[in-house]
């Protein structure tokens, strides 16, 4: 899959830089083309990079071509929606849901957008 206007596609090789060294929230798409369930949710998932570009950063990552990181975190079935922060697991998601779930989730794991937090 190539790279949209708010979802970039990595590899093994990129994702360290792309997301273990993200400091923000960054969504994680284990998926493959083959796959009809990654299919029904990429719109989904598009619409959650586009909604809310201030909150999360959305990447996806083909495992057909890209084993070493699904075997490094434990996916074994896919779409697997894998959230992370400052390089470390804080949530997941097996399996296809609808964008109110991925949405909701979201929101409880970042609920103000980038640089508007507490901590900044």
């Given at each position: ?19 273990e060294r ?63 922060r400052g ?32 901590e900044n």
């Open positions: 899959m190539s790279d949209t206007a708010t979802i970039t596609a990595v590899t093994d090789e990129t994702f360290a830089d792309e997301v993200h400091d923000g929230l960054t969504l994680v798409d284990f998926w493959a083309p083959w796959c009809g369930p990654c299919r029904m949710i990429a719109p989904a998932l598009e619409r959650l990079a586009e909604r809310h570009a201030d909150r999360v950063r959305v990447v996806k990552l083909d495992t057909d071509v890209n084993q070493r990181t699904m075997i490094r975190y434990g996916v074994r079935g896919i779409p697997a929606l894998l959230f992370f390089g470390e697991i804080v949530d997941r998601i097996v399996g296809a849901v609808p964008y109110a779930a991925l949405e909701a989730r979201l929101l409880r794991l970042a609920p103000a957008p980038l640089g508007t937090g507490p």
